[in-house]
Every structure is written in C-alpha cells, then in structure tokens.
C-alpha cells in the first residue's frame, strides 16, 4: 500500500501545464566529440571522443564522479565550454537545431532557453542576489525577445504553481527568501518558460535535504512526461540517476564506458568501473557486508593515461592490451559498453553459440 | 562512555534593535554513547545533528543539561578544566579541505599534537616522527609519500584520511563524524567508511556518525544505535537495523521512503509514503513539531507534544502518538 | 611538481628542507612574470641605492656655481640645482631618508595593526570590544593636521623618528583588516581542530593563524612603504619640516617654491628627477604585490 500525504496529493493533481504544441522532444547525437582544457602540462582532453545518442522523450541520466567529464559534456550540449577549455573536435546534432558546435553568437544565445534549457549546478547560486525573481525572468523575456511579457509571466507562474509553490509569492521573492528545494525548482522554470525541449539538469539535488531531493525527482519526472521533453540528468549519484532515468550513461575518465537501458545497466551493470561503482554504494536492501570499496581513485586532467584504457589501474580485469588499446564502445543488445574484457566475453560466447 | 540529559541550545538569531527570533537547535536531548559502540545521528539539515555533535565534541557550548564523561559531569568543571575530556572525543569535519592547514605539510600538521603528547608523557623526540609513521599506515596511506606533503596535494580521499590520522595523534575514545564522507567521490566514499568501521571494531575507538544518509550509518554499524532527529527533538530512537527495516515514526518512514530506489536492482518498499517538503519554513511550535508535515496527524498531534517512549510491540524509542511499523525501504528485486 | 620525501625521523632537517623549498619556490613565482623581475630589479636597485648610495658621494656633496639649473648633459643626467649640485646625486643620497622611513612605517604599521587585530580576532569579547575601540580611536586621529601640529614642537630629527610617527598614526585599518581575517578564519576546520586537540593558543595563532595570512600582511607591508614615503615627501614638500636633510620632498620643494619649475623649463629636471623616483619605486613595489599570493600559498607555489 503506498500512502500519500495530502498535500502531495494536492500538488499531484493540480491542473497541467499545457505542454506548447508545435515542438516535439528532440533526439541528441553526439559524435566523436572531443573537449580540452589548456594546462601548463599543454591540452589536455576532459572529454575524449566521446559518441553519445540521447533519444527523443527520454530522460538519460549522466553518471559519473569528479573529473570524468560529465559537466563538461553537459555544457558542450550548449556550447558553453568556458575557456581556458574549447571543442576541439567532434559534433553535437540536436533535433531543430543542427550542429550546435558550429553554432556562434546571437544564434547560439537564442537556442539556449529557446531550445535548450539549463539547470545549473547549485540552482542557490545561479539566481541574482539583488534581484526578484520576476524581474530576472523578465530580464530572460527581454534578451529572447518576447513580445508578451505578460504571458510569460502568465506561463511561469502556471510552472511554479504546479510545482507547489505560491506562483506570484515566489516571483517577488529575492533568492534568500527561498529555501533550497524552492530555488531549484525556479532553476527549472527558468529553463522551462521559454519552451525549451531539450532540458539538461547539472546535479539538480547536490545539497538538498532526502526529502526534497525525492520531491524535485519527481517533479523532474511529472514535468518531463506532462510537456513531453527530452531530458539530460548529470549527476555523481547513481541513486538518483536510477530514480528518475530511462537511460543511463556511465562516464569515467573523459569516456562514456557504459550506456544503455537504466534498469538493465543498474541490474546486470557490464563495464568493471560500473560494477564496481555500483557495489561501493551503501544500501538499505540486501547484506550491507557486500558492499565493496573500489580501490584506486579517479583520475584528474593530469593523471588521466594517454594510450590505453582509462580505467585499468583501478580494473580487475585488466589485461595486456588494456595497455596500449582505449577500447571501442561496442553496442551489444541496446547496450554499448567498451572494454576489452567484456568485448572478449561477447565474441567467445558468439562463437560458442556458432559452435 | 559518554552521556548527556535534557542537552538545550537555543542560536539567538540577531535581528534589529528590538531583538530577533530565536532558532532553538536542541530541545532537551538525552543521549548515551558506550565505549566501542556505533552510534548514529540522523535527520535532515536544520535538525540539530550537527550542533549536537559539536557539543559532544566539545566546540560548542550548550545552555542546559548535563553532560557526563567517563563520570565525571561537565558541569562540575569550569569550561577550562573540561578540555582533557573532550579531548577524548575528537570531531572528523566534513569538509576535509579546510580541515588542513593548506601552509603546513602533513609532516608539521602530525608533529603539533604529537609534540604536546610526547611532552606530556616524558617520550622522547624521536617517538614523534616514529608515531606520525604508524599512524598514516594505520589510516592506509604511505607516510613516505605524504609526510613532505601539503593537503593540496592529495586527493579528497587521503586528506580525509590524514584528518582521521590527526585525530588519532591524542588517543581518542570517540570520533566523531560529521557527513564526513560527503565530499569525497562516490567510489572512495566506502573506503573511508571502512576505516571508521575498522578503527572501531580494531581500536575499540568508538564512533559517532552524523550524516543525512542512513545507508551509510547501516553500513558504519548495523548492530549500533540510531537517533533520528526532527527539529531538535529525537523523534525516535533504536537498534539501526531495526529501525530501517521497520521505522514507527511518520518522520523516520518520510525519511526512508526518500532515499531513492536502484531500479533494476531494487523494488520499492511495499508500504513507501510519499514524503513531503518543509516549503514553509515557519513552523509552529504547539503540539507535535511534525504534525504539519504528518499525514497521519489527529487533533491531539497539534495540541499535545509527545515525548519519547518506549514501545511495547516493537522496541524503539518514540516521540508520536500514532507509532506503527511499516516497510518502507526498497526490496531487493528478484532476479 | 617538486617530489620532496622527508625523513620523519629527523625534524631538524626537515625544518631546512621546507626552508629550501620555500625560497626555490619563491624563485619559481618571481620568475612566472616578467614584471615581478623587473619589480624586483627596481626594488632592490633602490635597496643599494639606500645602503651604499651615500657613501659614493662625497658628505658635502660639490657645488658648480657656474652651473645652476644646468640642463641634462653626460656630466649631470638631471641636470643641476640652484646650486649647481648634481640632481642625480641628490636623488641618490636623498632615497636612504626616504626608505629608511618608509620600512619603519611598516614595520611598526604590521606589527602593531597585526598584533591587535589578531589578539582581538582571536579571543573575541572583551578583548575584541577593547581594543577595536582603541582602534576606532586611533582611525579617527586627523593624521596630517596632526603631524602640522607635532611638526611644530618637535623636528623629526631621523628618518626612524619619522617612521615611527608615522607609523603610529597608520596601524589602525591593518588592525581591523586583520581582525576581520582572523574571525573568519578561526571557524576553519582547521583552526577548530588545533583547538579540540588541545594546542595551545601560542602555536595556534603563531603557526596555524600567522601563516594563513602570511601573503596579507607582506602585501600590507608592501602597501605600508608607499603610503610612508607619499606621507613624508608630501610632508616635506609642503615646507611644514626643517630642511636639514637630504630628502626627495625638499628637492621637489625647492624645485616649485625656489626654482619655478612649474612656470619656467630650467628647473623642470630637477622637479622630474625625484617624482620620477617615488614613481618607479612605487611601481616597483606594486609590481611585487601581484606576486605575495602565490609566494604564501603552497598550492600556488609549487604549481
């Protein structure tokens, strides 16, 4: 039996927003897309080749720890690598919009929020202290260009309302007025109000409390199903990730090691470091006692090997030509994994079943 | 073996000339934390955890109650002569980058407490250095290769092991972990834990552990206790493992229904509430200080203010009128 | 990255290790930009100018009656003055008065300010309440009507009375900077730390405290010196101080009062020569300031 609280209840069933009509969800193909930040050690890749294909209508959750280069995916999305890192190579397709790597200037400025929207890490500390938070929007109205202000106003408070909050209380409120959950959730109005269909969320709960996080995910999961989005979650917690996502990519050490179905890649996870991450979570199901450091740690811009494979120091599996080969991502049954010891076990079962 | 009755501590909030609100952090707590045992803090932000581990641990004053360590009451000692005994109890801070001097090697930050302690003790200076070694093998990290050192550069992981090393130096009773784990990457977080574990279960050093994640506290000790904290009340109390497969407060199953489910690996728990927010943050303070946020509230919640008892049919401590068990937490999926 | 094992065993050595370390470091973050050379170079030029500047010229420095208010030439590179002295030398001779006084200002401007702020900072209450009202007071002390006053009854004799004067009416915004430092830096982890093992107050403001705001109070000294020798040139230039020593501010005193430099060319030199001297040694400095961060801060340091 699950029992709700009233007020969720209430919050569940207030009246859609109607998600606008012409646009439809669209689909990401990232290809061979490859990010590098100048160092005194010379360019160094944050982001090495990376090929990445987000559906449309799905929410894919990017998983990853510090420096495996999520965020700096995530930004490449809208081409908002800051320097001293630039694009180096590589393309980033999105549906209605075309290559946004080529993409510059005024077009660039108005695909963000028109196209894509953008939670920021901390949604604390993207709002303007000085500022209400009607008057930001207006500010976000003014520089995309939209003649009916009023409406706009209209729409966001339409979204606040359906998030739970008071709309009109929240828009005349300054950000110390809003408690952590009540800022994320303008983070994501802001990405929202103009329409945008594509909507990446960098670490949407990082310092929020349990419970609010449960609340945001499930906001994150109404609102991406009710205006029928394509979302992108980055996040270092595999739990919230398998919260919310239909898709998960695993990222470690500038790669995409693991992709494919959330459920599939959580319950018979491929990759080494995917297992590995996975049973170094504590867990309140099963025996506590199986719960395994993965040794090592990840590596930064300046450990990270240039030949071979990323992850092996830290891989039990590790073999002679992890070495000297960065293993391909191969796709295998909707799931695209790339390891040499996993490539192996496919093409010696392959062979078995031939035999 | 620490304890502390009916600990209060009220923050005066500064407000203008004609005063300001007050936040009261912790409203009469009583607590009991054996040598060797595990024990727990959990709640979310604002609940207290934090300042009542800081009290615990000797860095924050408190305004009443009473405090006993090995025996002997704190309030019997002017503030001075209490330090020796909270020494013994030693806090490991969350944030492992401020927690090193960022001007001192790890060597200079060893040899500190170190020095005073071989003084003390009429050891010689050589012991020093000797110590410093054995601890950092103690921690799992080479002293060759960090002792010349500065936090900068290490990594989240090691600095944090370094400040557990440093907390040792005195010999401590209890350490006192606070979120320590939070700042370090997902895949070195265990690790860290099972330090903590394996200074506990070696040393007999026992452990507090504050923190919002109570996968972690189960990981820490199963067999070791639970507070859960709601606005400065301890609303229930328990053996840890018991009180995660079979919560009885309405705040605790809020607390464990949030924690997100594997999907693939697990099922949701079969009785999960639907948690809800704190949005306003001005509470009431009649009556129960959860009813608000309580779906099962009746008209003496908001009137009355329950006080924390022990159960008949299950055997935690609770502060609710309505107490009744429910699986909340996620099950593993069948395979 | 420098790789630097030390043997735990012996702290003695690891004490001259870690100083070794540190001036190598220091090299490596002069050496990062070519302005901190160069602000090194002119500072330490007008160091040895300071020091053995006088001694290269004779106590009574020659006079050229047939050469007053000479133009530049090979012979006089900023011409002569209204006695025909060579302005070069005067310049010369004249900088040890000035940094003289410009690092007893500071020294006694650091010290004091530091001190306070820290003891203030550090124990809070009413310590704190004290000795911020003190400074309060000493901010509030018109300083140059006062030094008109002071100058009338006592005549500054050396360029360390001088400092110290001066210094006595500067300390009191280095007192509150470091306060205010200090408050935020005692809830670090650190600092709680040091505190919950039980350290004494001594070690944790003099070796914990002091370091963490080591590049703070360098580029306060920095900032001090400049502030000292504007105040004394300015002082001197207003004619309010006797004029028996050699000082930049007498030259640029003499040079608008007696020789017009400001409505006639021929004594243009003379007034140019020691403006352009507090110019280039405050420069100099400046361009040092920009390095106190990365000198005091290991992280950037080492990188």
């Excluded at chain 1, 202290?129 to 930001?136: A, C, H, I, S």
């Excluded at chain 3, 410009?102 to 010290?111: R, S």
């Excluded at chain 3, 501010?249 to 009062?257: E, Q, R, W």
């Amino acid at each position: 039996m699950t029992t709700n609280f009233p007020q969720a209840e209430s919050a569940a069933v207030s009246p859609l927003v109607a998600a606008p009509g012409h646009a439809t969800a669209p689909g990401v193909r990232v290809k061979d897309l490859t990010v590098v930040y100048r160092t005194p050690l010379g360019e160094l890749p944050a982001v090495g080749g990376v090929s990445l294909t987000i559906e449309p209508g799905t929410i894919t959750g990017i998983v990853g720890e510090s420096g495996s280069g999520k965020s700096t995916l995530a930004l490449s999305l809208l081409n908002a690598v800051q320097p001293p890192g630039r694009i180096k190579g590589g393309s980033v397709e999105i549906d209605g919009l075309g290559d946004v790597v080529k993409l510059g200037g005024d077009e660039l400025r108005q695909a963000r929020g028109r196209h894509l929207g953008y939670v920021f890490q901390a949604a604390q500390n993207s709002l303007n202290p000085l500022k209400t938070v009607g008057k930001q929007l207006l500010d976000l109205g003014r520089s995309h260009g939209v003649d009916d202000l009023r409406a706009l106003v209209r729409d966001a408070k339409d979204l606040l309302e359906r998030m739970g909050l008071d709309g009109a209380r929240v828009l005349d409120s300054h950000q110390h007025e809003l408690s952590g959950g009540m800022r994320q959730r303008v983070g994501i109005m802001l990405a929202l109000v103009l329409n945008a269909q594509l909507v990446i969320l960098d670490e949407p709960t990082t310092a929020l409390d349990m419970i609010t996080q449960a609340t945001i995910l499930r906001i994150v999961r109404e609102v991406h199903k009710e205006r029928g989005l394509t979302t992108l979650m980055v996040t270092h917690d595999i739990g919230v990730a398998a919260e919310v996502t239909d898709r998960l990519a695993v990222m470690y050490g500038g790669r995409v090691v693991e992709h494919g179905p959330t459920m599939e890649v959580l319950g018979a996870p491929s990759h080494p470091y995917t297992r590995g991450l996975i049973r170094a979570i504590p867990r309140l199901s099963g025996d506590i006692a199986e719960a395994q450091a993965l040794p090592g740690r990840p590596p930064t811009l300046g450990t990270l090997p240039t030949a071979g494979c990323v992850f092996r120091e830290r891989c039990p599996l590790r073999m002679d030509i992890c070495e000297t080969v960065d293993p391909r991502p191969l796709t295998h049954d909707r799931r695209t994994v790339a390891c040499h010891a996993v490539e192996r076990s496919h093409s010696t079962a392959e062979q078995e079943e031939y035999a | 073996m620490i304890t502390g009755t009916g600990i209060t501590k009220t923050f005066k909030q500064r407000g203008d000339v004609l005063g300001g609100r007050d936040v009261r952090a912790l409203r009469g707590i009583d607590f009991a934390i054996e040598k060797g045992g595990a024990v727990s803090f959990i709640g979310e932000s604002g609940c207290g955890k934090t300042t009542l581990g800081r009290i615990i641990a000797g860095l924050e004053s408190w305004d009443s109650g009473e405090i006993v360590i090995d025996g002997t009451p704190m309030s019997s000692l002017r503030p001075r002569r209490r330090q020796p005994y909270f020494r013994k109890i030693q806090l490991i801070h969350q944030d492992p980058y401020s927690a090193l001097n960022p001007t001192r090697t790890i060597y200079q930050t060893l040899q500190a407490p170190l020095a005073l302690r071989a003084r003390q003790a009429g050891r010689p200076k050589s012991w020093i250095g000797e110590r410093a070694e054995e601890l950092l093998s103690l921690v799992g990290i080479d002293p060759g290769y960090v002792l010349g050192r500065y936090p900068h550069q290490l990594s989240g992981g090691m600095r944090q092991r370094v400040v557990i090393a440093r907390a040792l130096t005195v010999d401590p009773e209890m350490l006192v972990a606070d979120e320590s784990v939070s700042m370090i990457d997902v895949s070195m977080r265990l690790s860290i834990l099972a330090l903590l574990k394996d200074l506990r279960e070696r040393l007999g050093v026992s452990v507090l552990f504050i923190t919002h994640d109570i996968a972690t506290a189960r990981y820490i000790g199963a067999e070791g206790e639970l507070y859960v904290l709601y606005r400065g009340q301890v609303v229930e109390r328990g053996l840890t493992e018991s009180i995660i497969t079979g919560p009885v407060h309405p705040y605790t199953q809020s607390l464990l229904s949030a924690i997100p489910v594997l999907h693939g690996l697990e099922q949701p728990g079969p009785e999960r509430v639907v948690p809800t927010e704190a949005l306003d943050e001005r509470h009431a303070d009649e009556g129960c200080l959860f009813a608000r946020r309580c779906p099962f509230r009746t008209e003496r919640c908001e009137k009355e203010r329950p006080a924390l008892v022990r159960g008949v049919e299950v055997a935690h401590e609770r502060a609710c009128f309505h107490p009744q068990r429910r699986s909340v937490i996620p099950v593993e999926a069948v395979a | 990255m420098t790789v630097t094992t030390i043997l735990p065993g012996s702290p003695g050595n690891t004490g001259a290790t870690l100083r070794r370390n540190f001036w190598r470091g220091v090299g490596r973050v002069l050496r990062r930009k070519p302005s901190r050379i160069a602000g090194v170079g002119i500072v330490a030029l007008f160091g040895a100018m300071a020091l053995f500047g006088p001694m290269l010229y004779p106590a009574h420095l020659p006079r050229d009656n047939n050469a007053l208010y000479a133009a530049p030439s090979l012979a006089h590179p900023f011409g002569t003055d209204f006695e025909g002295t060579d302005v070069l030398a005067l310049v010369v001779t004249g900088s040890r008065y000035v940094i003289l006084t410009g690092l007893a200002t500071a020294v006694i401007t650091v010290a004091l300010g530091t001190a306070l702020g820290l003891l203030a900072g550090f124990h809070r209450g009413r310590w704190d309440t004290v000795l911020m009202r003190i400074t309060d007071m000493q901010l509030t002390i018109p300083g140059l009507p006062l030094l008109l006053v002071l100058s009338t009854i006592w005549k500054f004799q050396g360029p360390l009375e001088m400092g110290l004067v001066l210094g006595l009416l500067g300390w009191g915004g280095v007192a509150r900077a470091v306060r205010s430092q200090t408050l935020s830096l005692r809830e670090r982890g650190f600092i709680e730390a040091a505190r919950g093992l039980g350290l004494s107050t001594r070690h944790i403001v003099g070796r914990e405290l002091l370091p963490s705001m080591a590049p703070y109070i360098a580029m306060n000294v920095l900032i001090a010196v400049t502030g000292a020798i504007y105040a004394q040139v300015g002082l001197f230039f207003l004619g309010v101080l006797p004029f028996d020593s050699n000082n930049w501010g007498v030259m640029l005193n003499l040079a608008v009062f007696g020789g017009g430099a400001l409505t006639s060319t021929a004594a243009l030199p003379y007034l140019l020569a020691p403006l352009l001297a507090i110019l280039l040694l405050t420069l100099g400095i400046v361009l040092i300031v920009d390095a106190m961060d990365e000198i005091f801060n290991p992280r950037l340091r080492e990188e």
